[in-house]
Structures are given as structure tokens and as C-alpha cells.
């Protein structure tokens, strides 16, 4: 149904989130950044408003664990949810729900967290991992996209992707979200958004 990437960068404190589903505006549901504090994508059965109260125990000094743990607590249909989150330390954590639809994925390390359901793939998540660690030196969104480029070539979601999205956020600067709601290929037109968004235009006009 969906795959994505959440990732922080400790050492610039950048936050950057992207995915990328077979249904509409994946931008509008399953994403959330908050700066200084982490990244989140609340996917599978989406919950959107998890990802706020997520972050906010997180701000308030909250584990990613006990944050995660708190909110499906009552919850009688986590076993359906998958939810991965990264701090603006790099500390990551990862819940996949037992009853989210197969093939469901998922892996972690220092500074990223990856998962994916519905994929068409056992090979997904493994390409996107290998992607993202081989593209350290790649600006940060970029490095995120090639991620998922990465994914959707393994196979990606079962039934073809419609939306991506991608939410960035660097100190001193407000969060960039990029997102195509609709598209035949929307990675390809999310690569063609990032790329004008960092255009010189686009920065003289946006970047002050």
C-alpha cells in the first residue's frame, strides 16, 4: 500500500520524510515533520492524527518507543498500522502491525527508518536501505527521493504508485514539502518538483 523513508542528519540537524503509495495525496496523510524534534509516517491503516500526538510526546521527552506505545495502547486496530519515526538525534524506531497487508517490511539503523506494506516485493526495503546508505554524500531530500526511486524500481507498491511526497526541514529555514497528489509517475514528477524547487529562481524567491 505504501513505502517509505524517514531520515535525520545529527550533525546539520536536517529532518527529511519521503513516500510513496498506489492511492491519492499520500502527502496529506501519512507524513509529518517537527522541526528540532523528528520525522514520522503513520501508514498502512493511516491515523493522521497520530503523527501529531506522536511528535508531541516526542517534544515533550517522550522515547520513540514509549511515544509509539502510548497512542496504540488502546488502539484495537494497531495490528493494522505501521508506523516509523526517526528523532532529531537519529535515534530510530519502527511498529509493524502483525495484520498489515503483505508483502509488509521493514527495517532500521542509526539516523533512518524504513517499512513498506503491500509491496510487490520481498526486495523492496532491502534496495531502499541500500540506496540510502550509498548516498551519504547526495543532498538530503535527493539522497530521500533516490530512496524510493530505489524501492519503486524493486517492485514498490503491488499496484503501482499515483502520489509521492517529500518534506524537508533544515534550521533556519521553514519546512519544504513537495508533494504530487495524482500522477501515472509520481516519482518522476516529484524528481522534476524537487529539481525546480532548488532551481536558482526558486531559491532567490523562497530561500531568504
Given amino acids: 500500500m505504501t513505502f517509505s523513508i524517514v531520515a535525520s542528519n545529527p550533525s546539520t540537524k536536517e ?3 519521503a513516500t510513496s503509495t498506489g492511492l491519492v495525496a499520500v502527502g496529506n ?8 524534534v523528528g520525522a514520522i509516517c503513520v501508514q498502512a491503516m493511516v491515523k493522521p492524527s497520530y503523527r501529531e500526538t506522536i511528535l508531541d510526546l516526542m517534544k515533550k521527552g517522550s522515547s520513540n518507543e ?8 488502546n488502539d484495537k486496530k494497531k495490528e493494522h498500522r505501521q508506523i516509523i519515526v526517526v528523532n532529531a538525534k537519529g535515534q530510530s524506531y519502527i511498529f509493524s502491525g502483525q495484520k498489515t497487508i503483505a508483502i509488509s517490511d ?3 539503523g542509526d539516523y533512518f527508518s524504513i517499512a513498506g506494506n503491500m509491496l510487490a516485493s520481498t526486495s523492496v526495503i532491502f534496495s531502499m536501505k541500500t540506496a540510502f546508505l ?3 554524500n547526495v543532498f538530503f531530500p535527493k539522497r530521500l527521493l533516490l530512496t524510493l526511486i530505489a524501492g519503486e524500481n524493486a517492485g514498490g507498491d503491488k499496484r503501482g504508485c499515483m502520489s509521492a511526497a517529500i518534506e524537508y526541514f533544515k534550521p533556519n529555514r521553514r519546512i519544504m514539502a513537495l508533494r504530487i497528489d495524482y500522477s501515472n509517475n509520481p516519482l518522476k514528477d516529484l524528481s522534476m518538483a524537487l529539481e525546480q ?9 523562497f530561500d531568504r
Fill in 15 to 17: 529532518l527529511c520524510v
Fill in 66 to 73: 514509549s511515544a509509539i506505545n502510548h497512542v496504540l495502547k
Fill in 134 to 136: 550509498n548516498n551519504s
Fill in 29 to 36: 496523510l501519512v507524513p509529518s515533520i517537527l522541526p528540532n
Fill in 197 to 205: 524547487r532548488y532551481s536558482k529562481e526558486c531559491k532567490d524567491a
Fill in 106 to 108: 521493514s527495517c532500521r
